[in-house]
């Protein structure tokens, strides 16, 4: 059984197109993160949802939009993709934002590629 | 704000040499610490963690770390590497208190030799 599953695990597109990337945990964890990871491997947080409810929202383009229809899935939106979308997109999951002993399982992983 | 350091980007070993990566971290309150490996083309898996106790801390696959709380470290050690350990290893921070988000370091590339 997967933890953290997404989907697709692959995705190339064209610039400009929209596209979706699908988070899904089965560990009945409160919290869930997206991550993007460039090619210099740097993992930096964009959004975090506690509970269906957004936290955290980093310094990131208002082109992607996550959601959140239930606290086992958070996914996201990204509109009009651009070149330096292109990166891995990693979902994870915490017992609880603010639990004082938590840590995060991650997903596989998306490799996004615009061109 | 918070920040974490891996001072080491890029280490290459040869197999049965002993491994030590650096992670330093600039918050002075009480911090969850962690470390993840990211075997080629994977995602990253838990290696070990430090939340209280005892300080030194011991992980999957034989490594360990130790958390220095004046030195604000907690470095990875292994005494003695294999072919198969080659991986990014990250380590990561976590605020008790603060935003409780994790703060990643920028990674280390290890390469091992057979």
């Known amino acids: 059984d997967t933890a953290v599953s997404q989907t697709p695990k692959y995705l190339v597109t064209q610039m400009g197109n929209d596209k979706s990337i699908k988070c899904e945990q089965n560990l009945g964890h409160d919290t869930m993160y997206w991550y993007k990871q460039d090619s210099k491997k740097f993992l930096k947080i964009m959004f975090s949802?506690?509970?269906?409810?957004?936290?955290i929202n980093e310094t990131v383009p208002n082109r992607f939009s996550p959601k959140s229809p239930d606290k086992a899935h958070l996914n996201l939106h990204i509109n009009s993709l651009e070149l330096g979308d292109s990166a891995v997109y990693f979902c994870?999951?915490?017992?609880?934002?603010?639990?004082?002993?938590?840590?995060?399982?991650f997903g596989p992983g998306t490799r996004l590629t615009v061109l | 704000a918070q920040s974490v350091s891996q001072h080491n980007h890029h280490v290459i070993l040869s197999e049965a040499a002993s491994l030590e990566l650096g992670c330093n971290y600039s918050y002075g309150g009480t911090v969850n610490l962690f470390w993840y490996v990211q075997y080629p083309g994977q995602h990253l898996q838990l290696l070990l963690k430090y939340f209280s106790g005892d300080p030194l801390v011991k992980g999957i696959k034989g490594f360990e770390a130790e958390f220095i709380k004046s030195k604000f470290s907690f470095n990875l050690r292994k005494p003695s590497v294999q072919w198969s350990d080659t991986a990014e290893y990250f380590c990561?921070?976590?605020?008790?208190?603060?935003?409780?988000?994790?703060?990643f370091g920028r990674g280390t590339s290890l390469i091992v030799h057979p």
């Open positions: 949802y506690n509970n269906k409810e957004l936290i």
């Open positions: 994870a999951s915490s017992l609880s934002i603010d639990t004082s002993y938590n840590e995060q399982f």
């Open positions: 990561a921070v976590r605020v008790l208190g603060g935003s409780y988000i994790p703060t």
